[in-house]
């Protein structure tokens, strides 16, 4: 069965400090994958995606076959990186999300 | 961009009322749209998909019955919780896919928290 397990519900890290939000999926087939943000009192929004392989807002993600993993990182949190980040796994029309990490930088 | 918007934002009724949310997208014109579900601290669990002039595909374990979906127009739909009971409270989210995006594009609704008393 297609799942998306983020291990983490709250991570929290000083401004500065490196950030990974760990994302692990299960899936028979090439995955889509994708990371959504949600700040405090906005909806929820995409982040990144894997197909395109790019940085938004310093983050990167990158998709590991071999441990089935599509962990979310950046070098160096800043305040307003303070969100719940969702891990998300296309499938058949639909998305699949995992239950969320919240990550707090504090200053 | 995209914007999606939700109403009412949040709604109190009482047990064995039934309450409707609507989901519009204002910019664009969505032949589907999506209805989740979160409950505290978990995840969106996908309710149904909304397809446009057409019956909504439901998801397993989701009463078709008790939550009625419409999608009546483009920029359009609804979802229905008919006779709730207070195991429907929740927070309902919903997003929407422009047509001419990709086929994993949605934009999503700010949500609507039911408290059913």
């Known amino acids: 069965a297609q799942r998306v397990t983020q291990p983490e519900k709250l991570l929290s890290v000083f401004k500065g400090a490196p950030v990974e939000l760990k994302c692990n999926y299960s899936?028979?087939?090439?995955?889509?994958l994708f990371w959504y943000v949600q700040y405090s009192r906005q909806r929820l929004q995409l982040l990144l995606r894997h197909i395109s392989r790019e940085s938004i807002k310093g983050f990167t993600a990158d998709l590991n076959k071999g441990e089935t993993s599509f962990h979310l990182k950046k070098p160096f949190a800043q305040e307003e990186d303070s969100a719940m980040y969702y891990c998300a796994l296309y499938n058949t029309d639909k998305l699949i999300f995992g239950t969320g990490t919240r990550l707090q930088v504090f200053p | 961009g995209a914007v999606v918007s939700q109403h009412p934002s949040r709604v109190i009724c009482k047990s064995g009322t039934s309450v409707k949310i609507e989901c519009r997208s204002l910019d664009f014109q969505a032949t589907t749209m999506f209805w989740y579900r979160q409950f505290p601290k978990q995840s969106l669990m996908l309710m149904a998909t909304s397809n446009e002039g057409s019956k909504a595909t439901y998801e397993q374990g989701v009463e078709k019955d008790k939550f009625l979906i419409n999608h009546a127009s483009l920029t359009l739909s609804t979802l229905t919780v008919t006779s709730a009971h207070p195991e429907d409270s929740s927070f309902y989210i919903c997003?929407?896919?422009?047509?001419?995006?990709?086929?994993?594009?949605?934009?999503f609704g700010p949500g609507t928290r039911l408290t059913v008393t």
């Open positions: 997003s929407a896919r422009p047509p001419s995006g990709s086929r994993y594009e949605q934009y």
């Open positions: 899936y028979s087939g090439s995955p889509e």
